[in-house]
């Protein structure tokens, strides 16, 4: 029976734990994260696509040549999605989204423009 209870608890507890691994994985990635890259990436998205959607996803950034791999070679997330600022892009405000990462059944985590890291937890 006890046994059977552990087996049952390992079960269970392996998707959490893979979960949290992940989780920490991308805090690391996006404290590394170089800022000025993505912004001028999010800008220069903003110039040539007037009117698109508020988030870009990250891999569209690397395929239309605004960012390149290296920029974030650290990243293996395909779920991060870069804010394309409007109005006067010379302007950030600090609490303004940079970064979103969703993934499933995971907390949001959000890096912001003055380099702060929020997880958003569901």
Do not use: C
């Not at 290296?70 to 395909?78: G, L, S, V």
């Not at 600090?94 to 979103?100: D, K, M």
């Amino acid at each position: 029976m006890v046994g059977l209870l552990l087996a049952a608890f390992t079960i269970a507890a392996v998707p959490r734990l893979r979960q949290k691994a992940e989780e920490q994985r991308t805090l690391a990635t996006l404290q590394t994260m170089p800022l000025d890259r993505v912004r001028a990436a999010a800008q220069a998205f903003a110039h040539d696509h007037p009117g698109a959607a508020a988030m870009v996803p990250l891999p569209d950034l690397i395929a239309g040549g605004y960012l390149h791999v290296a920029d974030i070679r650290e990243w293996r997330n395909d779920a991060a999605a870069v804010s394309v600022f409007t109005g006067d892009t010379n302007e950030f405000d600090p609490a303004e989204v940079l970064v979103r990462v969703r993934t499933d059944n995971a907390p949001d985590i959000e890096l912001r423009a003055d380099g702060s890291i929020q997880v958003i937890r569901p």
